[in-house]
């Protein structure tokens, strides 16, 4: 009962994507956080026909899979290790109508074989009883049995390379899937007797040499000799002389030592061979350090286990324990990635390079991570705590790096990570505007800084950032004060010094006014000729009076006209032409000194319209004023928040028509003009109307972005939609907008990739 029991759990925690669900039925899941069997039978039926795209057949053709599977009699039924399901079946299964079966069906691992129901196997043909029960037996001869637990892992997890095996006894042991003695221990009696390429003479060698192991130790068989440790360059030296010369260059180039590193295809084009020999010259090299050297492979793997264990699952080139060879190696070269790419390099198979940090995550399952990580932080999930993220990954990885997670989280998905006394590490995103990241900073330092100071610390802080608009935002936002020529601090913390030069703003604002002409507030100032920070604060002030006009530079204007006189001089011409102009033959008629300004002026000044392309008119020739133009703005505000914050400009021109500001004179182009001048708007291609709060163009590159870099050959947008479905109601305007975006490149139009 217990045997049944426990078999019914494995059942219920068995992945779905064994059972191979229809692709919109795996949108499903991943949309309800479904992974396991178990968890897709807890779910009402009601949650998946809910979801768009998701149908009653959809979600019937899936519960008819996993009922199926759930009945049936597994052929192995004692499996109990995770990681036999993920075993390539193609190195144990060798008869050939089994293998057409598998490429037929899809079958690649333990795990999809296991999966798939019997009946669908035998309707292959040439896949009868007979080859359904080789098959089965192959795999209860290879993993039906499982080793002791008392046995101490550092045996189970000894490397069957170290043991010294003949290399053909150890080629054959590899291309099943056996790595380390744990794995060995799993082989029956049978199946190695039977196997090609072990028989009885491997199971001699291999008893022989866990004998040996045993008897004289792990630390004595896998290493002799002395290990220089004071010195990297000592270390190194004694990995060089038993090295021949062209294995120096190798070593030399790949991991970058004295010289920029490079990679395989960089090294076969500086030869002019294949990448496969470069590879074969690499796998040459491993061997022989192995071979003549264990004691420093040994040393090398084990302090850069510790540092991963330490780490909880990442080594990063700054904080690296002192003392330890990898440690000496960063000192020594002044460079802090060198340990990483040499710990990479030599044990390619344990320890992966990405990007800045190394760990022992492969490099397909750790974008498998990044995709689910991505799906789990999406706006909609957010805030979520981290314990629950590592729930969600678990079955991908087990026990989850935890460091290596947040990594990820921080500087791949660009989140933060905060502290709640009461939920503890909560996921969120990170500060959204500039401003207020600014802010953080000033308010950290506690003291005023000087525009380059803080151009510095907003780098160093968000590993970007332009001087430009960050001057943009200190002079906009009404938190910020300009103390002097580049110094900016907290308006909270200099109101006292303003309302002292309050009575003296008033002055020269009155005197600038009754003047009617440009002044400069440092002239005028009493104190222009002492401290220029008083003069600065009078400018402040200056600026949010509305009696003036601040035309930059510390020169005011009064604002006792309702227009400049250029503008006034647009509007006369306009009237005399007494209707719509070709915009661009007036524009040519111009003085051309003045083209670029009256260009700006007439595409977005508030008193021109632009009914049609290259026309203008003046607003006063059409039915809206200002009350209006207030209702055009509610009712565009009204459909849009009907639709999440975007709408196609089609929806947003029914809801104009519906309150009564429509006619047969409104023309998409005409309402697409009102609403960008007089509204706070995103126009998206493909005529669509966002909230411009929402940052819906930047979301929509970011997303595209994500999936380009997913994928290292170029897409085209329907496979960018294809990997990323949140996408798809944006069809028409994301061709646009990826080329629009300047991290994205095209060579045909067609295909892009991430710059």
């Not at 009601?46 to 768009?52: G, K, R, S, T």
Request: hydrophobic share 40%; with cysteine; proline share 4%.
């Amino acid at each position: 009962m217990s045997e049944q029991s426990d078999q019914n759990d494995r059942k219920l925690s068995c992945l779905l994507r064994y059972l191979r669900p229809s692709q919109r039925a795996e949108v499903a899941c991943a949309s309800l956080g479904i992974a396991t069997v178990g968890q897709f039978l807890a779910r009402d039926k009601a949650d998946f026909v809910a979801l768009p795209n998701c149908g009653e057949r959809s979600y019937q053709t899936l519960a008819t899979k996993v009922e199926q599977f759930m009945s049936a009699t597994p052929p192995v039924a004692n499996m109990s290790d995770p990681g036999d399901l993920e075993r390539p079946i193609n190195g144990i299964v060798s008869n050939s109508r089994a293998l057409r079966a598998f490429v037929r069906l899809g079958i690649t691992t333990v795990g999809t074989f296991l999966a798939t129901p019997k009946s669908e196997l035998l309707a292959v043909q040439g896949f009868g009883e007979r080859t359904y029960s080789d098959v089965v037996q192959k795999i209860r001869a290879l993993i039906g049995s499982n080793p002791s637990h008392l046995l101490p892992t550092s045996l189970l997890s000894f490397r069957v390379y170290d043991l010294g095996l003949d290399e053909q006894l150890h080629n054959t042991l590899s291309r099943l899937g056996i790595v380390h003695v744990g794995d060995v221990l799993r082989l029956t009696e049978t199946f190695m007797v039977n196997e090609p390429g072990i028989g009885d003479e491997g199971m001699r060698s291999i008893r022989l040499a866990l004998d040996r192991m045993l008897q004289v130790g792990i630390a004595q068989v896998a290493g002799y000799g002395t290990v220089d440790m004071d010195t990297f360059s000592g270390f190194l030296g004694q990995i060089l002389t038993i090295l021949d010369q062209g294995q120096r260059e190798i070593l030399k180039y790949r991991v970058g030592l004295g010289c920029q590193a490079q990679t395989v295809r960089q090294l076969a084009s500086r030869w002019k061979i294949s990448e496969e020999q470069v590879e074969v010259r690499e796998t040459t090299l491993r061997r022989n350090l192995e071979k003549r050297l264990p004691a420093h492979m040994m040393e090398l793997r084990r302090a850069t286990e510790a540092e991963l264990k330490a780490f909880e699952g990442i080594i990063t080139g700054d904080r690296l324990a002192p003392g330890t060879i990898l440690h000496l190696a960063a000192k020594e070269s002044r460079d802090s990635k060198l340990p990483l790419r040499l710990a990479a390099f030599l044990f390619q198979e344990e320890f992966h390079l990405t990007g800045e940090f190394l760990s022992g995550v492969a490099p397909k399952l750790l974008q498998n991570l990044k995709k689910r990580l991505r799906r789990c932080t999406e706006d909609r999930h957010l805030p979520v705590s981290v314990e629950t993220l590592e729930s969600d990954v678990r079955d991908l990885i087990d026990p989850v790096p935890r460091e290596l997670l947040l990594y990820l989280l921080r500087d791949h998905l660009q989140l933060s990570v905060q502290i709640d006394p009461k939920l503890g590490e909560l996921i969120n995103r990170k500060q959204g505007s500039v401003a207020d990241r600014l802010q953080s900073i000033i308010e950290d330092l506690g003291t005023a800084l000087s525009l380059e100071d803080l151009l510095f610390h907003f780098r160093d802080r968000f590993q970007a950032g332009q001087k430009d608009r960050l001057l943009d935002e200190l002079r906009k936002d009404r938190r910020f004060l300009q103390l002097d020529l580049e110094i900016w601090s907290l308006r909270e913390r200099h109101l006292d010094e303003l309302e002292l030069l309050r009575v003296e703003a008033e002055r020269i604002s009155k005197e600038i006014v009754s003047s009617g002409e440009r002044k400069d507030v440092f002239e005028l100032s009493d104190t222009g000729s002492g401290p220029a920070r008083a003069s600065y604060l009078l400018n402040d002030h200056l600026r949010r009076d509305p009696a003036l006009r601040y035309l930059g530079r510390g020169h005011f204007v009064p604002r006792n006209t309702e227009h400049s006189t250029l503008v006034q001089g647009l509007v006369t011409a306009l009237r005399k032409a007494m209707g719509e102009i070709p915009f661009s033959r007036f524009l040519q008629n111009q003085n051309e000194g003045r083209r670029r300004l009256i260009s700006a002026l007439m595409n977005r000044n508030r008193l021109f319209v632009s009914p049609v392309p290259d026309r203008v008119d003046l607003l006063e020739n059409y039915p809206f004023n200002q009350d209006r133009l207030r209702r055009l703005l509610q009712a565009t505000d009204g459909c849009l928040e009907e639709n999440h914050g975007y709408s196609q400009l089609k929806g947003v021109k029914m809801a104009v028509e519906e309150a009564g500001l429509g006619g047969d004179w409104l023309s998409d182009h005409l309402l697409m003009d009102l609403l960008a001048r007089h509204g706070r708007y995103e126009f998206l291609p493909g005529d669509m109307v966002a909230q411009a709060s929402l940052g819906l163009m930047g979301w929509i590159q970011q997303r595209a972005r994500e999936a380009l870099r997913l994928y290292r050959n170029p897409m085209t947008a329907d496979e960018v939609l294809s990997e990323r479905p949140d996408l798809a109601e944006f069809r028409t305007s994301l061709v646009k907008l990826l080329e629009q975006d300047p991290l994205v490149q095209t060579s045909d139009g067609l295909h892009f990739t991430v710059i």
